[in-house]
Each structure stands twice: as structure tokens, then as C-alpha cells.
């Protein structure tokens, strides 16, 4: 590996003083009173042996790290990952990179990837709390370290966040299933959460199911739950039940619910997922799902985030993103249905 190229050895090689070279370097030529033609020199031979500054050395004199932490529940679902793909663009295009991974929901990891980013000085954090995480967060908040939450929030914690408006987005689309008359018995599959994603999406269901006075059907699934359980555990509340429609709360327990009508023959029910999958696009029929407008979250983070660490922000920003219910072939009523129902 070649040696690392010093501001020391490009001063050596010039015969000019570190300082001269520290001053040029960091944009101060003119207000040093540095010709323009030994700023020109300085610059060409810096551009010339392709020196890099010491990023930690930077961070140190100027108090940021030009990082930014994300830290999500899970990098590899497509929601997070279009989030995180728009965020690092923006936070690019402003100077900053990112630096993410997931924490799977575990309390524990999400706490040792805080502290890690600590360690490392990023100037800002954006997380996807899993629960326990109280203390923690509030730590960071009483440091004055810029932080804001995403895709759920701590009610009792006086940050910034950025969610979807959860509680519409499944009042909706259990509306949307209800509206069909054939669907008397809608079900709702989610997990053991206390998150506010969660408790929004319940809520949602349950004043649709309540709007059309139809009995409500609730399955939760652990959040730890292994593939083959949460599998049998759908197809048994789908068959238990005689559900003649399903929201699912996420994707991935959509997803599950695929292979449950796979795996046991199941007639596919009238179905709703949470957050859209290239699956969804790809199944027959289609997966009609809950959307988040993935450029428009990633959008208000990343500005509320640099606008904290800019001293911008005056007040709290709870940004609120508005759901949209793509309708797709799983959740219509199809010809065959509709003649049915004329003849009854």
C-alpha cells in the first residue's frame, strides 16, 4: 500500500510552511493574504499526488465529522433500503455521508450501533427505535446530539420524527376490503408491538371494522417469530376464522401469508399489505398495498436532520406523511364475483 501523503511532505516538497499549506487547503488563502499564485501551485501539486485530508484529523478541528449515522430495523427490506438510497443521495449532495446498518427490532444491538456511531463523532443520527430505547435516545437528546426518528416514534421523548400516517392508511384499505359486500369477515395480522406504527394500524382497523359493524379479527405474530411458525400461525388464523379478506401490517408478514396459501392450497384471500415489495408487483394478481412516498420521507429527514445540526430548526418537527392505497387484483371484486352477486 502506498504511504499515506502528508500536509508535512507537500510543504517539504514546495518549500513553504505547514501552515501556508493548512491555510490554502482549507480555503483561507485570501484571508491570510496568500498570493493567488502560490495558492495555484499549492492546489496543482495537491491534485497532482492525489492527497486526501485525515478525516479524523478534520473532525477533530472543526467539530464535525461530515458522517451521519442510520440505523434501521432492517437495511435489506425494500422500504428501508429505498429510504436509506434517497437519504445518502441527499446527504451527498450537502456534503455528508452515511453510514447505516439494521438492528433487527434488538434492543440490545440498536444500543451498541449508537454508541459505535458516538464513538466514531457522526454529527447526527436518524433511527428506527425498536422498544427499550427510551433512555438511550434521551441520553443523545440531553448531549444536544441532532437526532431524528423514523417510520414510528417515542411519545414521551421531545424529538424530531418523520412517520407515515398509519392510523388513515389502515382505516383505508380495511374500508377498502369492507366495501366489497362478499367480505364480511376481515382479519388484521400483525405483531407484538407496543411501536406506534403498530398501535396506529390496529387503531385504524378497528374504527373501519367498527364503521361497518363487522367483527373484528386480530392475529398478532412475535417480532422474532422464525419464517415456518409465523407461516403455520397465519394459515390457522386465515382457516380458523373462514376470513374472507386480510390487512397485513407489514410487508414481510404479507409475504408470509403468500406462502401459507403456497404451502397449504389455501384459496387466496382478499388481501392489503403494508408497504409495496417487487413481489407484490411481480405475484398473480397483483398485491394491493398501503404505500409511503419512499423520496418525500427521506426528503424531510435528511433537511430536518441538517437543519438541526445547523441550529435551523426553531421547534419540534413531527412531520406527518400521508398513506396511499394502491389497489391491485388481490383486493377487487373480480367479474366472476360480481355476477354472483347480482343473481343472489
Given at each position: 500500500?502506498?504511504?499515506?501523503?502528508?500536509?508535512?511532505?507537500?510543504?517539504?516538497?514546495?518549500?513553504?510552511?505547514?501552515?501556508?499549506?493548512?491555510?490554502?487547503?482549507?480555503?483561507?488563502?485570501?484571508?491570510?493574504?496568500?498570493?493567488?499564485?502560490l495558492t495555484k501551485r499549492v492546489l496543482d501539486y495537491v491534485k497532482k499526488v492525489g492527497y486526501k485530508p485525515n478525516q479524523l484529523a478534520q473532525s477533530l478541528r472543526t467539530g464535525q465529522s461530515k458522517i451521519l449515522g442510520l440505523i434501521v430495523e432492517d437495511i435489506s427490506n425494500p422500504f428501508f433500503s429505498n429510504v436509506a438510497k434517497y437519504i445518502e443521495r441527499i446527504a451527498y449532495d450537502n456534503g455528508y455521508h452515511i453510514i447505516y446498518c439494521s438492528m433487527d427490532n434488538d434492543e440490545t444491538k440498536a444500543r451498541?450501533?449508537?454508541?459505535?456511531?458516538?464513538?466514531?463523532?457522526?454529527?447526527?443520527?436518524?433511527?428506527?427505535?425498536?422498544?427499550?430505547?427510551?433512555?438511550?435516545?434521551?441520553?443523545?437528546?440531553?448531549?444536544?446530539?441532532?437526532?431524528?426518528?423514523?417510520?414510528?416514534?417515542?411519545?414521551?421523548?421531545?424529538?424530531?420524527?418523520?412517520?407515515?400516517?398509519?392510523?388513515?392508511?389502515?382505516?383505508?384499505?380495511?374500508?377498502?376490503?369492507?366495501?366489497?359486500?362478499?367480505?364480511?369477515?376481515?382479519?388484521?395480522?400483525?405483531?407484538?408491538?407496543?411501536?406506534?406504527?403498530?398501535?396506529?394500524?390496529?387503531?385504524?382497523?378497528?374504527?373501519?371494522?367498527?364503521?361497518?359493524?363487522?367483527?373484528?379479527?386480530?392475529?398478532?405474530?412475535?417480532?422474532?417469530?422464525?419464517?415456518?411458525?409465523?407461516?403455520?400461525?397465519?394459515?390457522?388464523?386465515?382457516?380458523?376464522?373462514?376470513?374472507?379478506?386480510?390487512?397485513?401490517?407489514?410487508?414481510?408478514?404479507?409475504?408470509?401469508?403468500?406462502?401459507?396459501?403456497?404451502?397449504?392450497?389455501?384459496?387466496?384471500?382478499?388481501?392489503?399489505?403494508?408497504?409495496?415489495?417487487?413481489?407484490?408487483?411481480?405475484?398473480?394478481?397483483?398485491?394491493?398495498?398501503?404505500?409511503?412516498?419512499?423520496?418525500?420521507?427521506?426528503?424531510?429527514?435528511?433537511?430536518?436532520?441538517?437543519?438541526?445540526?445547523?441550529?435551523?430548526?426553531?421547534?419540534?418537527?413531527?412531520?406527518?406523511?400521508?398513506?396511499?392505497?394502491?389497489?391491485?387484483?388481490?383486493?377487487?371484486?373480480?367479474?366472476?364475483?360480481?355476477?354472483?352477486?347480482?343473481?343472489?
Amino acid at each position: 500500500m502506498r504511504k499515506r501523503i502528508l500536509i508535512s511532505d507537500i510543504a517539504k516538497n514546495l518549500g513553504v510552511s505547514v501552515t501556508t499549506v493548512s491555510f490554502i487547503l482549507n480555503g483561507k488563502a485570501k484571508e491570510k493574504r496568500i498570493s493567488e499564485g502560490l495558492t495555484k501551485r499549492v492546489l496543482d501539486y495537491v491534485k497532482k499526488v492525489g492527497y486526501k485530508p485525515n478525516q479524523l484529523a478534520q473532525s477533530l478541528r472543526t467539530g464535525q465529522s461530515k458522517i451521519l449515522g442510520l440505523i434501521v430495523e432492517d437495511i435489506s427490506n425494500p422500504f428501508f433500503s429505498n429510504v436509506a438510497k434517497y437519504i445518502e443521495r441527499i446527504a451527498y449532495d450537502n456534503g455528508y455521508h452515511i453510514i447505516y446498518c439494521s438492528m433487527d427490532n434488538d434492543e440490545t444491538k440498536a444500543r451498541e450501533l449508537i454508541q459505535l456511531f458516538y464513538d466514531r463523532q457522526v454529527d447526527g443520527y436518524i433511527i428506527t427505535p425498536p422498544e427499550g430505547l427510551d433512555d438511550t435516545l434521551s441520553n443523545l437528546i440531553k448531549n444536544n446530539v441532532p437526532l431524528v426518528l423514523f417510520d414510528r416514534y417515542i411519545p414521551q421523548l421531545e424529538t424530531h420524527y418523520v412517520v407515515l400516517d398509519n392510523f388513515n392508511g389502515a382505516f383505508e384499505a380495511t374500508r377498502h376490503l369492507l366495501e366489497n359486500q362478499n367480505n364480511k369477515r376481515v382479519g388484521f395480522v400483525s405483531l407484538y408491538s407496543n411501536q406506534t406504527q403498530m398501535r396506529d394500524r390496529l387503531d385504524g382497523y378497528m374504527k373501519a371494522i367498527d364503521e361497518f359493524q363487522q367483527q373484528a379479527f386480530i392475529k398478532k405474530v412475535k417480532i422474532d417469530e422464525n419464517e415456518d411458525s409465523s407461516i403455520d400461525q397465519i394459515h390457522e388464523f386465515i382457516s380458523a376464522n373462514n376470513l374472507d379478506a386480510v390487512l397485513f401490517a407489514t410487508n414481510y408478514l404479507a409475504i408470509d401469508g403468500l406462502k401459507a396459501v403456497k404451502k397449504y392450497s389455501m384459496k387466496l384471500p382478499n388481501m392489503v399489505a403494508f408497504d409495496d415489495h417487487t413481489l407484490f408487483k411481480l405475484y398473480e394478481p397483483g398485491i394491493s398495498v398501503v404505500t409511503q412516498d419512499t423520496s418525500a420521507i427521506a426528503n424531510e429527514l435528511i433537511h430536518t436532520l441538517l437543519n438541526e445540526i445547523k441550529g435551523k430548526n426553531k421547534e419540534l418537527q413531527k412531520i406527518v406523511i400521508p398513506s396511499e392505497l394502491l389497489v391491485r387484483g388481490s383486493s377487487v371484486i373480480s367479474e366472476e364475483t360480481l355476477e354472483q352477486t347480482s343473481l343472489k
